[in-house]
């Protein structure tokens, strides 16, 4: 049985999920948070589906059997497209982000839209199915983006390497768009670089705060809102077990 006052897991396959956890807590700052960050195994992006479903699933089990948690909120798009069907056999209250192409179909009618993502989040059925929700409305360009997640990883979000990979991988695509999904939640932090490569009218949607958004609707929906004011704690773990990889997470947090 679960009380208000447990916590609300979140997971990443490294520090991307940070970018979700932000919203979270500007949301719901009185509920507890703990998140759990898989750095030693990352990039998730470039490995199978199996990989990936098996990575998830024992990230979850852990985090379930360490902490008393209500909600597991999936802070990764690569791992809720391998592995969110799974999770759910499993767990009661399970909140996945996916690309926010919603939002960008609704702003950006008959518009120019770019999906940066991981090679497995862009491959998997999920996508093809919410594609195909609004490819009628908007033209969709699918980017994938290698060796993004592993300068986030490496606490480069903003520095000299992201420009010249940024401007390699979206450099062709300057002008031509309306809108730049970012369907992977490290690319937030390198939201500054990507503005710089594409020009300041492209608008940068994330799925972040819409997560946030939905999993509050869920625990109200379940009675479980953690009550009062007072603000809630975070606690920050990580496959990697080293105090840089911790620093980083409490960085991007802005703790
Ligand atoms: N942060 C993850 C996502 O949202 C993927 C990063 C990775 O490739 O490990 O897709």
Known sequence: MNSKDDAIGVFDSGVGGISVLRHLRRLMPQENYVYFGDSANAPYGCRSTEEVRRLTLAAAEKLVNEHRIKALVVACNTATAAAVTQLRQRYPLVIGIEPALK??????PGGRVGVMATAVTLREEKFDT???RFDENCAV????APGVVELVE??????PEMEALLQS???????????????????PFAAPVIARV?????ALLDGGEGTARETHRRLAAANLLREGAAPGTVVLENSRRSPEILELCRHLLAL
């Open 103 to 108: 939002v960008a179909a609704d702003h950006f």
């Open 130 to 132: 919410l594609l195909h």
């Open 141 to 144: 360009a699918k980017i994938p």
């Open 154 to 159: 490496a606490g480069k979000a903003d520095s």
């Open 169 to 187: 991988i979206l450099g062709p695509y300057r002008g031509r768009l309306d809108a730049l999904v970012l369907g992977c939640t490290h690319y």
């Open 198 to 202: 594409l020009g300041p009218e492209v």
